[in-house]
């Protein structure tokens, strides 16, 4: 049977004429659509569905652009959390912070536009920090989406937008000035150049590559279960490393154990992202973590792997509070144009071109390689998942049973 929507169109009360024997007719209709309010302000607080409250705005059938405004950021807010867009997301929470911006009591003077203004300050109560000031602060926001239960959002959030928190606060990057920036721009160019078409998209964000996927061929491809904390531990390395083939990294954080249980809280809830979404077969050195009729235990793991990321973020957050790095970062239009340069270079020398290369042949083969199992589907797949020993003591470290 097809779906039937059922929409009220009038709600009419009786009551009793005192004195004639009869009765009167009372329009209750916006005072029953003010309860529709209050649950749609509720789903949007909780859920951050807005379907409610966009169609209570449109029976309203008033012309205020400051609550079109509202409503059309809130949109945004929605098919962000639904869609796990954490683009839409961010836009959303940008325009909505710039629409309830300024005296709020100007909304209007209609019951409906005055219920508006209730419902703007029950959100600014409900996002705090993400409605003020200029900046939507990337912890803040990873703390707000895990609050209200949006675990998957969560996951995607830390794992597309930390790198590149890492590198614009100085916590972990690769340039400081022009000669840095330039010894950059030749290896990650020389990686591009090598990239295969389908691959290229991997440098559209190029702190998000350098942080989650450069030098991962000098990692071993073992059974272990260290293969995260091998990368993290190479990376760490990769502060001193005086080998002209490689981008020696900088920081501003002087603890080198804070910083390698960052990075490798971070490599780890990307592998619980990638076997969670995929049920994987075995990947970085995990095994596929559950059958699909395991929901609790993946809900474990989830949290784990959340709460031990903004433990140790919060860590290396508070050792760098008061300090700022110089940094100079690289776009990918600049790698696209050195890959040209070296194309050119190659058409004419009928020779493929390879600059300091270093082996990055083989990165770009591991980072293909470490892609593609995390996309190949295995089904029915059991639990076996262990963490490497000298994580299981840190603070914020839930053992898994």
Request: glycine share 6%; with cysteine; proline share 3%.
């Amino acid at each position: 049977m097809p779906t039937v929507q059922i929409r009220i169109v009038k709600v009419l009360t009786e009551t009793q004429i005192s004195t004639l024997p009869a009765y009167e007719l009372l329009d209750q209709t916006q005072k029953y659509n003010m309860f529709d309010l209050l649950i749609g302000t509720g789903a949007f607080l909780s859920y951050g569905k807005t379907d409610l409250l966009v169609e209570y705005w449109k029976g309203a059938n008033l012309n205020n652009p400051k609550i079109d405004q509202i409503i059309y950021a809130m949109r945004n807010i929605d098919s962000g959390i639904s869609l796990c867009d954490i683009a839409d997301l961010e836009r959303g929470l940008r325009s909505l912070r710039e629409a309830i911006r300024g005296d709020l009591s100007s909304l209007g003077e209609t019951p409906v536009e005055k219920y508006f203004e209730f419902v703007v300050r029950s959100i600014q109560q409900n996002y705090g920090s993400l409605l003020e000031g200029d900046q939507l602060p990337f912890i803040d926001l990873v703390k707000w989406s895990y609050r209200k239960g949006f675990l998957q959002q969560t996951l995607t959030l830390i794992e597309s937008r930390a790198p590149r928190d890492f590198v614009d606060r100085g916590i972990y990057f690769y340039s400081d000035g022009e000669r840095t920036r330039r010894h950059a721009v030749e290896i990650l160019g020389q990686i591009y150049y090598d990239m295969k078409p389908f691959e290229k998209y991997k440098m559209d964000d190029v702190s998000h590559y350098f942080i989650k996927y450069y030098s991962r061929r000098r990692v071993p491809h073992t059974d272990g279960d260290g293969y995260q904390l091998t990368y993290a531990n190479i990376r760490i390395e990769d502060l001193d490393t005086r080998d002209e083939s490689l981008i020696r990294a900088l920081t501003i954080c002087r603890d080198r154990a804070a910083l390698k249980d960052l990075l490798f809280a971070y490599y780890h809830l990307c592998d619980v992202r990638n076997m969670t979404n995929h049920a994987t077969e075995e990947y970085s050195g995990f095994y596929t973590i559950m059958a699909d009729d395991d929901p609790g235990e993946r809900m474990k793991l989830i949290t784990q792997a959340i709460d031990y990321f903004i433990h140790c973020y919060e860590t290396v957050d508070r050792l760098i509070t008061g300090k700022s790095a110089t940094v100079v970062t690289v776009d990918t239009a600049e790698l696209a144009d050195y890959a040209q340069t070296l194309r050119r270079e190659s058409r004419r020398s009928d020779v493929p071109v390879s600059r300091q290369d270093g082996g990055r042949n083989q990165e770009i083969s591991a980072a293909a390689d470490t892609s593609a199992r995390a996309e190949t589907p295995q089904q029915g797949t059991a639990v076996s998942l262990s963490v490497p020993d000298e994580q299981k003591g840190k603070a914020g470290w839930r053992e898994f049973k």
